[in-house]
């Protein structure tokens, strides 16, 4: 297997509306990316994956995309990206972008095409237009974010959307949408783009028509894999491009499927992600990982956080620490103390295991998910297709702070797009700049370790079983050896020549309870 840049990466995720902005209109852009590019090279990360960055009416962030060869002006323009993509380059970081398939936005030519043309065209052969039965829709499908998945026109026919109305579904039975597709890929790797996260990859073949067959009616439908073949097809035209998918799917060997050599490179580790912070869950999550991807050569991905799930500092506080903030409001406060414990541990365990991980922006903050945006201000669909009864996945895209001891804490000049909490000033990058203890210490200091003795590879658990069931540990080939001690009290390191780095204070030989440490 050839150690290729992606195996072992250490990849960060920035949603480029929230990370900075430089032209002071309150909305992150690629200005304030390149402007702060030297701080992700000195975090140490080996790749950034931006979210959706073509131009978009922003229905759902940008995921609803109105051409997929420009850049939104509120970000920049297509020669800015360019220039990012270059000076990324300049300092050893890839680029991956994000691609959309399953959907357009209302806005893309495409679309208005469709609507024009009428029933029966070619033009709406792009996308899922049906008569519907009576008044009512072709069918009762919900869309993932509440509500129908289907949406009336005006002269009568109805247009699936998975997603929100402003996210019509296309049609991936139609070549003309496969042929647009491959050019899209060809068009971003020609611009030297390194890799490409595949949104919603699991849901892209689906027939509305048909009666039941056993399969999902639009995820993981056998048909989706041979469109990921002809990607993997283009993007072998060029060397060393990848392929991530996001397929989040319950059964890991169905996952696994789309690792198969052909497919695609990597797909997000969601079953890691959704694990309770427990030792016998984390390691059945791990072992599970291991044992779908090493057969396939394909490297496993860690992932504690992205763009559509509550802040590990949040989630690990509670009792229940699963991801989703999709769940109704009026949770049990979290203890964020705790949270930001188990989130400094958790990050050594992430960065410790075997392939690469990410880190989505702010998680080297420590940022807690921001539970309490005025109703006003919340702008995730979820929130409104709920009738209002789903918080949404605003917390976790709040502005970064930067410096300084108030909002927009040098995130930008103008008002946020949304608002940054106050108390903020001790998260800042420029507070956790010189504190060794900070949460953005440990990640520096992680990362470089990492980048020397982690990342691919395999590893092999330790038995410890003196030390009761609630500690985790293994060695890698280098002969780092990760401890996470899950259980309720403090146990004793295992023997050892040198602490490398520990997630918390470790006082006379005792590791504490929610604390790991990296061992030689
Ligand atoms: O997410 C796919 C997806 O299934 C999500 O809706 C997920 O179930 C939800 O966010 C969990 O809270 C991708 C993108 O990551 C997401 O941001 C987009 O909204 C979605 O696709 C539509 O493009």
């Known amino acids: 297997m050839p150690k290729t840049w992606w195996r072992g990466a250490a990849i960060y995720q920035v949603y480029l509306r929230s990370f900075a902005d430089g032209n002071g209109d309150g909305f992150g852009d690629l200005a304030g990316l390149r402007a702060r590019l030297s701080y992700l090279a000195d975090l140490g990360v080996n790749a950034i994956w931006l979210n959706p960055w073509y131009p978009s009416p922003m229905a759902d962030g940008g995921y609803d995309v109105a051409d997929y060869r420009d850049i939104e002006p509120v970000f920049g323009t297509l020669a800015e990206a360019e220039k990012f993509i270059e000076e990324a380059h300049g300092l050893d970081i890839r680029v991956i972008i994000d691609i959309v398939p399953n959907h357009g936005s209302d806005q893309q030519v495409w679309f208005t095409e469709a609507l024009s043309a009428g029933p029966g065209s070619a033009a709406r052969e792009r996308f899922w237009f049906r008569s519907g039965h009576g008044d009512g829709p072709p069918n009762d499908w919900q869309s993932i ?43 971003w790797f020609d611009r030297g783009v390194d890799g490409i996260r595949i949104d919603s990859a699991a849901l892209l073949i689906k027939d509305p028509d048909a009666e039941p067959d056993g399969q999902d009616p639009f995820t993981d439908r056998d048909g989706v894999h041979e469109i990921y073949r002809g990607w993997r097809r283009v993007a072998d035209e060029y060397d060393e491009r990848i392929l991530i998918g996001e397929v989040w799917l ?61 802040r590990p500092v949040t989630r690990y506080g509670r009792a229940d620490t699963s991801w ?138 330790l038995e410890l079983r003196d030390l009761g069931t609630g500690v985790l540990a293994f060695t890698r080939e280098s002969g780092l050896t990760c401890v996470v001690n899950l259980g309720p009290g403090p146990v004793p390191l295992p023997p050892h020549q040198e602490v490398l780095l520990t997630s918390g204070p470790v006082e006379a030989g005792l590791l504490p309870a929610d604390t790991s440490a990296w061992l030689r």
């Open 324 to 461: 989703a903030n999709d769940d109704r409001r009026d949770k049990a406060p979290s203890d964020l103390a705790l949270g930001y414990r188990r989130a400094r541990a958790a990050a050594l365990l992430a960065m410790a295991l075997p392939g690469s991980v990410y880190i989505y922006q702010g998680e080297e903050l420590g940022l807690p998910e921001v539970e309490d945006i005025p109703d006003e201000l919340r702008q995730d669909p979820m929130w409104t297709r709920s009738g209002h009864t789903v918080p949404g996945r605003d917390g976790c895209r709040v502005p970064l702070p930067w410096s300084g001891s108030a909002p927009p804490y040098g995130y930008s000049t103008a008002e946020p797009w949304l608002p940054q909490p106050a108390g903020w000033q001790e998260l800042t990058a420029e507070a956790q700049e010189t504190d060794p203890g900070s949460m953005l210490a440990l990640y520096r200091t992680g990362l470089r370790i990492r980048a020397e003795l982690l990342g691919d590879g395999t590893m092999t658990w």
């Open 250 to 310: 319950p059964d890991q060997e169905r996952f696994a499927r789309y690792l198969r050599p052909d497919e695609m490179h990597t797909a997000f580790n969601f079953d890691f992600l959704g694990s309770a912070w427990s030792p016998a869950s984390l390691r059945a999550s791990i072992e599970r990982t291991l044992d779908t991807h090493v057969p396939l050569g394909a490297p496993a991905t860690w992932v504690l956080s992205n763009h559509d799930v509550a």
């Open 145 to 187: 974010f509440g509500g129908p998945a289907w949406t009336r026109v005006p002269d009568g026919e109805w247009y699936l959307h998975l997603f929100a109305p402003e996210q019509p579904d296309l049609n991936w039975n139609n070549p003309e949408v496969i042929e647009e597709y491959h050019d899209v890929l060809r068009f």
